[in-house]
């Protein structure tokens, strides 16, 4: 059962709380924590372990993803009758309010972790958020993972738009032109390979992102 004294959830994740609820230390309990700046939120958050960082990564890459946050809010419940605090790892927006809560898989298993799982779920339910858990199975895929981290990159590059324009004009015109090949009609030069990283980070054209990254890599034009 939610409690009425939590913190506020609906709409205050985007307006009041949008640094999170907490600063994580350079290190906690051996494990290095940090920053990571979202250029599709403009909000500069803390990740607690490489995992959770790892989700971020596909997070700002996924296009389904129009907002996420760490640490959002605080929710306080109750527990066989005594009041417990939780804070979620991550709140996403796609079509639903999401929250996330990053484990390894093998702290799922534990049985009191799958009833706290369902206590925590139905408490949120009641205020309308789903409540999901990712492992390392879900989060650590390759190639896709190692594809997305390496794009990243290059996700500030500057792309003179006649460019942008005339990579897109191509992968339409002629379907399959692989990544070797717009590179090469770029000039063949380090700022092409730069561009054409750019454009494929921002989603200007489509690949798939689970095939080993090559030059052979086909591009297609995106659908939006």
Known sequence: MMMSALLPLVGAEVTTMTTGVRRPPGRHKGRY???WMSVKTGEVMFWESQLERA?????????????????????????????RRYTPDVLV???????IE???ESKTLDTEFQRWVSIVRNTLSEEGYAFEIRTERDIQREPKLSNVTYLLRYRRHPVPEEIELSVKRWVREEPG???GEVIDRLGGTPEALCQSYALMVRHAVRYDIEQ????????LPFIN
């Open 177 to 179: 032109l692989s990544l």
């Open 102 to 104: 990053v484990k390894p």
């Open 55 to 83: 989700l971020l990564r596909l997070l700002e890459w996924d296009t389904a993803v129009r907002y996420y946050l760490t640490q959002p809010f605080r929710i306080f419940y109750l527990d066989e009758g005594k009041v």
């Open 93 to 99: 927006e796609i079509n639903q309010k999401v929250i």
């Open 33 to 35: 924590i940090g920053k």
């Open 212 to 219: 080993p990254f090559s030059r052979a890599l086909p591009l």
